[in-house]
């Protein structure tokens, strides 16, 4: 299972939201780059970023400070919030972005999505944010009526590979992770996922470890609030492929 520690950005400056509250935003750091490299030096083996303006205003706001990430580590980085044309996803792939991530584009507008899902093969990574088993849109301010678990099993037949599965409900809470949700989710799909929301610390990383499908799990708050490092997570797991 992957350690993925994760970089939200916003206005230039490393952010948390609360169950994707955009009034409920904390500002952790003005330099991301330089908590990129921190991240890298301590044994990260990949970085997840995401352009939360981009997320909610359907194309990238944090463009310059995802670029600079990319081209200053050597790690693989994958990012998302705000891909939504086959222009942007392109221009990413260009500027070395490992995985793009992509959400809303993938029920708002089908026809992109099957461009896209050609162009990124399996490097493009379909983010699936959800509440009680809805999947919600646009930066998570929209919900739809589609079950998760069903559209995932979908697209996985289309030829889409990599899946995070992310609690909007837990994430930025430090609430602990719904390993039943989970399982359950990855039963009713059938596809592997990279889970993201309510990590809080080393606990809910080894129940994690426990669950069949979970090949990843995202990093967040919990590293921003002082309760641990990354580097003293991969002591206490065993590295980063735990």
Known sequence: MLLIPAIDLFAGRVVRLTQGDYQRLEVYHDDPLRVAKQLEDEGAPMLHVVDLEGARAGEPRN??????????????VQVGGGIRTLEVLRRYLDLGVAFPVVGSVVVKDPETFAEMLKVGGERL?????VRDGVLAVSGWTEETSLRASDLARELHERGVTRFILTDVTRDGTLEGVDGENIRRFIGDSGVP????????????ILLLRTIPGVSGVILGKVLYTGRMS???????????QC
């Open 63 to 76: 463009l310059p400070s995802v670029a600079s990430i990319v081209r200053s580590v050597r790690i693989p």
């Open 125 to 129: 990574t379909v983010s699936l944010d």
């Open 193 to 204: 996922v990279i889970v993201a929301g309510g990590v809080r610390g080393i606990e809910d």
């Open 230 to 240: 990354f580097r003293e997570i991969l002591e206490r797991v065993g590295g980063g």
